[in-house]
């Protein structure tokens, strides 16, 4: 059976622009969220690591990234990551890659003394574990 071509590169949508609207995988480990002109890696930290990362251990974890040739990654905030996180507008497992399928992805706000806030990246729903969490808490980078 022949093997089809690589198409060349051009400006035409891919087939992730089409499905996906506003997402466009970038083939670099990156996804360009075009409304919001935010960039995401396309792995969260469990599927990079294999084991999930505390909060402070977040925050460590994307000053360290260089993924796509970048080195201005940080953590997101909750409201980025609602517009990512549960879309039915797009089967998000075809664009983002999870580690853990019930991965809770860390933002960048605190809550309280204890705790920080969470998104669950299946739900969109919020959560506020302790810091020192690690069960399936994980991270997925955000830059402009």
């Known amino acids: 059976t022949p093997t089809p071509a690589t198409p060349p ?4 949508p891919t087939p992730m622009e089409k499905t996906h609207g506003r997402l466009i ?3 670099d480990g990156t996804v360009t969220h075009e409304k ?3 960039m995401w890696a396309r792995k969260d930290s469990y599927a ?5 990362i505390t909060w402070e251990g977040a925050g460590e974890y994307v000053e360290k990234m260089k993924t796509g040739g970048h080195d201005d990654w940080r953590l997101p905030t909750v ?3 609602g517009s990512i996180a549960a879309k039915s507008a797009w089967n998000w497992s075809a664009v983002f890659v999870n580690g853990d399928s019930r991965a809770v992805h860390w933002s960048s706000e605190e809550a309280g003394s204890c705790c920080a806030r969470a998104v669950l990246f299946t739900s969109g729903i919020v ?5 020192g969490a690690c069960s399936t808490e994980s991270v997925r980078a955000v830059r402009p």
Do not use: H, I, K, V
């Not at 590169?9 to 035409?12: E, G, K, Q, R, V």
């Not at 959560?127 to 810091?131: I, L, V």
């Open 36 to 38: 919001a002109g935010l």
């Open 9 to 12: 590169a051009s400006t035409s």
């Open 25 to 27: 995988d970038n083939g």
């Open 127 to 131: 959560t506020g574990p302790s810091r």
């Open 48 to 52: 990079e690591e294999e084991e999930c």
């Open 79 to 81: 409201e980025e990551l």
